[in-house]
């Protein structure tokens, strides 16, 4: 092992990129960067202040505002207390006699201008039940102590502040949930761990910040979807795997699937005709938000939908490549793109599963109620809610189908530059045994040294 280490010369090693290479992977970057930060200085959302919708604002016309409350007091009784919604310092006022029952809740205003006074909420039964008393559907099933958020609004009749049940509370468990989730992360993958999280976030910026209100500005959605994906991924490559050609490799098969992932996405949507008003969200965005294009807002979401799973598989393609020419320096291009493409076809497999079965499992609910509406197998696979999740799914798995070979390609093209060719070693005829990247028997699943 130690004459195989010492039969190449310094100029020759198995890394070893020519300035060719060099030129081309980092013009190509810098040049697509480049074009990133224009188009998102070109799309960039203006500051037009968009009205709010009417489900979402009060009689006055603004924004809802939250407050926060806890439950102190709950009991069955009559309906129609006079204190339902009102501030009050101590008891709800008693209400008349009423034939229906509701859930009586007592409630803590904990924030806001009414803070340290009470307000009730009351929930209607279920009219159906008359034996007992059972929550009707979709109604809240409040206990004491629970933390809730109250909508406070202005009676437009009398003036008065009017609070109502809005959710439960959240922020608490929600962020010990997310900080569990660092925790984790970081303690497995360290640094690496530390910083993938550093590009999450970013990612989570740029929708929030770019994406978002650049659709609402009636942006294009193809050339913001990209944008905004380009910057994702310039981020979180080179934050969580570092500045090197491994992650430019990966960078640039990442990029190039995207931009297919879109071609895909836009070809699928308008052969299939899919409009996306079978989703309620859409339907609100089309009544209130005409500027916005459903379609637009299909694309979008396909593209960057597609963005997760791309980055793994191309960064794992990329790795493989670099692990295997540093493991073997007399292999050729071709042994390893054979045996990165035995990986690749492995991980293709397990992730199409996995980007099926998350689509899928996103549908349940309305499968559910397709399975008992009496409708032919046909009819529910080709209408347009589960339509959608299939042509979703489908892009996906022809893009990171597509995505592996190309990465791999790249990424052995500069793990082993096309200039090294001299030599007995890639001539075929040298004295070094390429044991390191055996070829596989039939039937084989794994690769042994």
């Known amino acids: 092992m130690s004459g195989h280490g010492h039969g190449h010369s310094h100029d020759s090693g198995p890394l070893a990129i020519g300035d060719t290479a060099k030129k081309i992977v980092i013009g190509l970057l810098i040049a697509t960067g480049i074009a990133v930060v224009l188009g998102a200085v070109v799309l960039w959302p203006s500051k037009q202040n968009v009205d709010i919708p009417l489900p979402f604002q009060t009689a006055g016309g603004t924004a809802f505002e939250t407050e926060a409350g806890t ?10 207390s006079a204190s339902m919604g ?62 809730i958020r109250l909508v406070r609004s202005i009676d437009p009749l009398s003036g008065s502040v009017m609070y109502g049940f809005n959710d439960f509370a959240r922020g608490f468990p929600l962020t010990i949930i997310a900080l569990v989730f660092v925790i984790v992360v970081v303690a497995v993958a360290r640094w690496r761990g530390l910083r993938a999280v550093i590009g999450l976030m970013f990612a989570f910026a740029v929708l929030v910040i770019f994406l978002l209100p650049a659709l609402l ?16 991924l310039y981020a979180v490559l080179y934050l969580a795997h570092g500045l090197n050609l491994r992650t430019s490799s990966a960078l640039l098969g990442t990029l190039a699937s995207m931009v297919l992932a879109a071609v895909l996405s836009y070809l699928a949507i308008e052969v299939t005709q899919l409009t996306g008003l079978s989703e309620e969200q859409n339907t609100n965005v089309q009544v209130y938000l005409q500027h916005v294009s459903i379609t637009g807002l299909l694309l979008a979401g396909f593209i960057i939908g597609s963005l ?26 071709r042994d390893i793109f054979t045996s990165a493409m ?73 793990a082993r530059p096309l200039a090294r060719r001299t030599g007995p070693a890639m001539a075929g005829t040298a004295s070094i045994p390429k044991t390191t990247i055996p070829k596989s028997k039939p039937g084989s699943g794994r690769h042994s040294k």
């Open 217 to 232: 500005d009636g942006k294009p959605a193809i050339p913001v979807a990209l944008v905004a994906g380009a910057l994702i």
């Open 71 to 80: 439950v102190t007091e709950q009991k069955i009784g009559p309906c129609g």
């Open 308 to 333: 997760g799973v791309l980055n793994d598989v191309t960064i794992t393609q990329a790795s493989a490549v670099f692990e295997l020419a540093a493991l073997d320096e007399g292999a050729s291009r």
């Open 86 to 147: 009102q501030v009050f310092a101590d008891d709800p006022a008693p209400a008349a006699d009423s034939p229906l029952k509701c859930q009586l809740t007592v409630v803590s205003i904990d924030s806001g201008p009414n803070s340290g006074t009470n307000t009730l909420l009351e929930v209607q039964g279920d009219p159906n039940r008359m034996d007992a008393f059972v929550l009707g559907p979709g109604q809240p099933d409040l206990s004491v102590g629970d933390k």
């Open 342 to 414: 035995r990986v690749g076809r492995d991980h293709i497999a397990s992730t199409v599963y996995t980007l099926v079965l998350a689509y899928a499992g996103g549908a349940l609910p309305l499968l559910l109620l397709f399975s008992v509406a009496g409708r032919s197998i046909q009819d529910v696979l080709t209408g347009d809610a589960v339509a959608i999740e299939i042509a979703r799914s489908a892009v996906g798995g022809v893009a990171l189908s597509l995505s592996v070979p190309l990465t791999t390609g790249i990424a052995v093209l500069l």
